[in-house]
């Protein structure tokens, strides 16, 4: 991984009828993801993903039914480069992850850790691109062209 990209992992959590966890982030009003978040040092990305899904949703249950072969990059516009994570990265490489929810929607707890989202919802896989912020989009489409015939098998076990 190169140096110019901060190593992190994503999660496609996902319920029982296929529809991806979103948030809308409380720093960018209108801007939903899915989980998403660092790689601590000598962290392996599955552990991390469990962690950040644990520290952005409160969810613990969940089983993990795939991951992205590759690495998946995005580069943040270049007034972002410069302010976020003290302009040390051009954007991202993350490792992604597909997770069955395996809970209640009483189970998720957006404060559990400090807080990035303001609200959530289930959304349908084919939506995410769209609700995504602009540069990220290839990056959706790349997770859900991966990632999307692992969540529909799964549904079907």
Known sequence: ?????????????F?????????????????????????????EPRAAAMRELAEETGVSAAEFVGETEDWLTYDLPAELAARV???????QTQKWFAARFLGTDAD??????EAEFDRWRWAELETLPDLIVPFKRKLYEA???????????????
């Open 15 to 43: 319920d029982l009828k296929g529809r991806a966890f979103v948030g809308e982030r409380n720093d960018a009003p209108g801007a939903w993801q899915m989980p998403q978040g660092g790689i601590d040092a000598g962290e």
């Open 85 to 91: 994570w003290d302009g040390r990265y051009a954007g």
């Open 1 to 13: 991984m190169s140096g110019r990209y901060r190593p992190g992992v994503g999660i496609l959590l």
């Open 143 to 157: 997770i859900l062209e991966e990632l999307a015939p692992v969540v529909r098998a799964s549904l079907r076990r």
């Open 108 to 113: 998720i707890d957006l404060d559990a850790h």
